[in-house]
């Protein structure tokens, strides 16, 4: 079965720290998407992975991909407030996403 | 540019009515997905076209739903019978191509009473 597994769902950290989301999917892949979602908003993306050893950064992002281990990363680094959301990761097989992890920074 | 469009923003129905959603895309995108949202949960995909023509509908619950994408541009997703569990938003987004990242439009949040 085709599956995109993220971890973790729900990440409380304080602003200022750092740390990180996984991302397996279950088939090969060559490319791989993140997004970002606030609550009650569309999807935003931030990310477009497109070979392995992919790394990508947007201010206190960070975005890696590694197709042999069917793995892509998202590195938070010193976090703030307004990255509080819902992060989602997908891959382009059946544009099929994972769960989400749902982000909450505090002061 | 302009974003992708959709109408209406929130729609309230009874089970066993009929709802449509309209969805117009970034100009001069080839791909057109239509995803429903469950709360709390991830998209998932119900249709993909490139141009007029459907790429993936596996996942599309054909005995209810059905889409059509007219003349590669706007497309419309309908539902007959709504059914309870079909309370969700409703995602359009458009890309390029298939390779390229997907731009989203604000959805349809329906209520199925």
């Known amino acids: 079965e085709l599956k995109v597994e993220q971890n973790p769902l729900f990440l409380s950290m304080q602003e200022g720290k750092n740390y990180t989301i996984y991302c397996n999917y279950s088939?090969?892949?060559?490319?791989l998407y993140w997004y970002r979602q606030d609550p009650g908003k569309s999807l935003e993306s931030l990310f477009v992975l497109l070979s392995n050893g992919a790394v990508k950064q947007e201010g206190r992002l960070m975005a890696s991909l590694d197709t042999k281990a069917r793995l892509s990363t998202l590195h938070i680094t010193a976090a703030v407030h307004d990255l509080s959301a819902t992060y989602f990761c997908?891959?382009?097989?059946?544009?099929?996403f994972g769960a989400g992890t749902r982000l909450t920074v505090k002061p | 540019e302009a974003g992708v469009a959709q109408s209406p923003r929130y729609k309230i129905i009874e089970k066993r009515q009929s709802v449509a959603f309209w969805c117009n895309p970034i100009s001069g995108h080839a791909t057109l997905y239509w995803y429903q949202q469950i709360l709390g949960q991830g998209p998932k995909l119900l249709i993909q076209?490139?141009?007029?023509?459907?790429?993936?509908d596996s996942q599309l619950p054909k005995d209810r739903f059905s889409a059509e994408r007219l003349k590669g541009v706007d497309s419309t997703l309908k539902i007959q019978p709504a059914k309870l569990e079909d309370s969700a938003v409703y995602l359009c987004a458009s890309s390029k191509w298939d390779v390229y990242e997907q731009y989203f439009g604000p959805g349809t949040r329906l209520t199925v009473t």
């Open positions: 076209f490139q141009n007029n023509g459907v790429v993936d």
């Open positions: 088939t090969t892949s060559d490319r």
């Open positions: 997908s891959y382009n097989n059946d544009m099929r």
